[in-house]
């Protein structure tokens, strides 16, 4: 019987150890090189979605940017030769443009822009050269930048206005559309114009004459009153000194003679009328008042304060108010007692003074006036007329009295308004009946005033016109775009 064999396994070929160890190596070294690519894909892409993220991120700030900036322009009202840097009105810089500073949202996101002055034919502005539009049409352009985490986004739009450019103020100093007073010592330095009589009473000085509608007269004439008397047999023209002369009135520092060049009547009516887009009981920014943005010192007197029931506003016994928006519906306003109201130095505000008598308002009985009294006290630290813009929808009255000094612009075409008591006033004024007297120091025109044009602000409502998206490495305003 035979014996069984052992189990014999056949014995390897020499080298094949080496190449299964190889062959092993080299596919480790693959896998390992797929799973390499495959992290940097998933980094890559991770990365490049982030980027996208911020770059839309970055492109919705710019484009916030460009809208609070219109809104800006459109409540705050710059002149033709000014721009808007930030909030603040200022005079354009030498490449005709504002610039604000950042502003930060959410997330360290950040956003600013530039804003031109109205643009001028030639000039170039979201890929088109402007060109007159006429009707009155003007046009500015806004810059943007929104930036996310070092993305930036650029873009440019055109924004025109087709609100008009006549004149707010029809003459450079007073109109009284039925009547104008001038009395005392009151010297008033600005054109004093009315449709209706002019009058001019003690040692008034009417500095740089008056302008006349059609059917209006001065008083006293320079012309001498003349008549015959009978002298013997003869009869002769016997002639008095002009009503004038005996009244001590002087026009342009005469008194003793007619001057054409400062006394002139024209061949049509003055119009005043208010611009339709003035501040309303719905578009305003009187929550100002009780959120505690616009500083309000009420003294020891709980008479100071603002009524949202019937936007009356009163200051007295001490009370101060700055004011620092754009915008002011009132019903009626009352200021007494040593108090003072407040214009920032960066803001350009306008005050609507509603009425009953507007078939459009809420205003109750009794108000629609402005008065202020007592040592009151204006202080407009702009040191611009135009930067404080006063319009009154109905008869008021509005009343600056006892040593009132205040800077503004004051449009009241239906309304009557007094000046008196050492009071001092620079500015442009339109009312109904015009009355300063009884120690009213000055009058001044503010040559500022004929930059306000009708609805300014107001009316001139800018749109957007034009837009384009600019390189992201640009840094002026114009750069890139």
């Known amino acids: 019987m035979r014996s069984p064999r052992a189990s014999q396994k056949a014995p390897l070929a020499?080298?094949?150890?080496?190449?299964?160890?190889?062959?092993?190596?080299?596919v480790m070294f693959i896998a390992g090189l797929l799973v390499a690519v495959a992290v940097s894909t998933a980094t890559f892409t991770a990365s490049s979605g982030t980027r996208d993220e911020q770059s839309r991120s970055a492109f919705e700030a710019a484009e916030?940017?460009?809208?609070?900036?219109?809104?800006?322009?459109?409540?705050?009202?710059?002149?033709?030769?000014?721009?808007?840097?930030?909030?603040?009105?200022?005079?354009?810089?030498?490449?005709?443009?504002?610039?604000?500073?950042?502003?930060?949202?959410?997330?360290?996101?950040?956003?600013?822009?530039?804003?031109?002055?109205?643009?001028?034919?030639?000039?170039?502005?979201?890929?088109?050269?402007?060109?007159?539009a006429g009707g009155g049409t003007v046009q500015r352009c806004v810059t943007a930048e929104g930036v996310v985490k070092g993305v930036k986004e650029r873009m440019q739009e055109r924004i025109a206005s087709s609100g008009g450019s006549s004149k707010?103020?029809?003459?450079?100093?007073?109109?009284?559309?039925?009547?104008?007073?001038?009395?005392?010592?009151?010297?008033?330095?600005?054109?004093?114009?009315?449709?209706?009589?002019?009058?001019?009473?003690?040692?008034?000085?009417?500095?740089?004459?008056?302008?006349?509608?059609?059917?209006g007269t001065f008083e006293p004439s320079a012309e001498r009153v003349c008549k015959e008397v009978k002298q013997g047999k003869k009869t002769v023209l016997s002639c008095e000194e002009s009503p004038r002369v005996k009244s001590g009135v002087t026009v342009c520092g005469n008194k003793s003679t007619p001057m054409p060049e400062c006394e002139a009547k024209l061949s049509e009516p003055f119009v005043a009328a208010l611009p339709t887009n003035h501040a309303t009981e719905s578009a305003n920014e009187d929550a100002r008042l009780e959120n505690g943005e616009d500083e309000?010192?009420?003294?020891w007197t709980t008479e100071n304060n603002f009524n949202p029931a019937n936007h009356e506003l009163s200051l007295s016994a001490n009370g101060r108010l700055t004011l620092g928006g754009a915008r002011y519906y009132l019903c009626?306003?009352?200021?007494?007692?040593?108090?003072?109201?407040?214009?920032?130095?960066?803001?350009?505000?306008?005050?609507?003074v509603d009425s009953p008598e507007d078939p459009n308002g809420k205003c109750p009985a009794g108000s629609?006036?402005?008065?202020?009294?007592?040592?009151?006290?204006?202080?407009?630290?702009?040191?611009?007329?135009?930067?404080?813009?006063?319009?009154?929808?109905?008869k008021g009255p509005f009343k600056l009295l006892n040593g009132a000094e205040l800077q503004a612009s004051l449009f009241a075409p239906q309304a009557e308004i007094?000046?008196?008591?050492?009071?001092?006033?620079?500015?442009?004024?339109?009312?109904?009946?015009?009355f300063l007297d009884n120690g009213l120091?000055?009058?001044q025109w503010a040559s500022e005033d004929e930059e306000l044009e009708v609805g300014n602000p107001g009316s001139s409502i800018y749109y957007r016109t034009g837009w384009t998206q600019c390189s992201s490495e640009g840094q002026t305003p114009t750069e890139g775009c």
């Open 14 to 26: 020499r080298g094949d150890d080496g190449f299964a160890l190889a062959a092993a190596v080299i």
């Open 64 to 132: 916030a940017a460009l809208r609070t900036a219109t809104y800006r322009i459109n409540m705050k009202g710059p002149g033709s030769s000014e721009c808007l840097a930030g909030t603040a009105v200022q005079a354009a810089g030498s490449d005709h443009y504002c610039t604000g500073e950042a502003e930060h949202l959410s997330n360290g996101t950040t956003f600013r822009y530039w804003t031109s002055q109205v643009l001028e034919d030639g000039a170039r502005c979201a890929g088109q050269t402007i060109e007159a």
């Open 168 to 215: 707010l103020f029809p003459v450079a100093g007073i109109l009284g559309l039925e009547e104008v007073e001038v009395s005392g010592s009151v010297s008033a330095v600005g054109v004093v114009a009315s449709n209706g009589l002019i009058h001019g009473e003690g040692s008034a000085a009417f500095t740089r004459g008056y302008e006349l509608g059609p059917a």
């Open 296 to 299: 309000f010192f009420k003294g």
């Open 332 to 352: 009626n306003f009352k200021a007494t007692s040593n108090s003072e109201l407040i214009i920032a130095a960066d803001a350009k505000v306008e005050i609507f």
């Open 368 to 394: 629609g006036k402005f008065e202020s009294e007592g040592d009151f006290h204006f202080k407009n630290l702009s040191g611009k007329a135009s930067s404080l813009l006063i319009m009154m929808y109905g």
């Open 418 to 434: 007094v000046m008196n008591g050492g009071t001092k006033f620079t500015g442009g004024i339109v009312g109904n009946k015009v």
């Open 441 to 443: 120091q000055m009058f």
